[in-house]
C-alpha cells in the first residue's frame, strides 16, 4: 500500500491510499488547526511501532472509515461487511494506535508538557493492559522520523506529496466469518 500526502487544501488535511487491490481512497482529516497532520502521525506512529492493526494497517486490509470515500477501482461485492468486520475485530488495537500516535503528535507539535517515553508508557497503560513494549530509544526515534515528515510535508508545494509506502506486514488478520 502507498500512502500521499498532499499539502492542506484551504486547510483541509487529506491521504491518498493506494491499496494494493487496486482501490484508491481519499481519506479526509479535520485537523486544521495542527501544523502536523493528525494522519500522518498515525501513520509514522503506526509503521515505526509495527502496529498492524492500528488504523492504516487495517485499512490495508479492506476497513473503509467514514471519513473516507473510494477515488478509484472497485472494492469487493463484501467491502462494507469486511469493513466492519475488520474495524469491530481490531477495535482495541485502533484505540492503542490513537493513543500512542495522539502523544507522538503532540510532541511532533512542541505541546507536549511531559517527558515523552513517560507520556507514551502512560497513553498504553491507559487503553492496554499487557505490558509496555518499547524502548525509550525507539520512542524518541519514531518521533524524530515523525519530526522529520513533518518538516519534509510543511516544504511540499502544490501538486506535491510526501509518500511513502506501508509494508505489507503490517496489514490486520482478516477475522473470519463463523457460519
Known amino acids: 500500500m502507498r500512502l500521499a500526502f498532499p499539502p492542506a487544501e484551504d486547510g483541509r488535511r487529506r491521504v491518498i491510499v493506494h491499496r494494493r487491490d ?12 495542527f501544523r502536523v497532520p ?31 470515500r473510494v477515488l478509484t477501482g472497485s472494492q469487493r461485492h463484501d467491502a462494507a461487511a469486511r469493513s466492519t468486520r475488520i474495524i469491530k475485530a481490531n477495535a482495541r488495537s485502533i484505540t492503542v494506535a490513537e493513543a500512542l500516535s495522539g502523544v507522538l503528535h503532540r510532541a511532533a507539535e512542541g505541546t507536549l508538557t511531559r517527558p515523552l517515553y513517560a507520556s507514551v508508557r ?12 518499547y524502548t525509550e530509544a525507539t520512542i524518541t526515534e519514531t518521533a524524530k522520523i515523525l519530526t522529520a515528515q513533518a518538516e519534509s510535508w510543511a516544504a511540499l508545494s502544490p501538486g506535491e506529496d510526501l509518500t511513502f509506502r506501508w509494508p505489507p506486514a503490517l496489514t490486520a488478520q482478516l477475522p473470519t466469518t463463523r457460519r
Not at 22 to 33: C, F, I, W
Not at 123 to 130: D, L, N, Q
Open 22 to 33: 487496486g482501490v484508491t481512497l481519499e481519506m479526509r482529516s479535520y485537523d486544521r488547526t
Open 38 to 68: 493528525h494522519d500522518l502521525a498515525h501513520a509514522v506512529t503506526e509503521r515505526e511501532l509495527k502496529l498492524n492493526a492500528g488504523v492504516f494497517g487495517c485499512i490495508a486490509a479492506g476497513a473503509v472509515f467514514t471519513s473516507m
Open 122 to 133: 502512560e497513553a498504553w497503560g491507559s487503553v492496554e493492559e499487557r505490558p509496555f513494549p
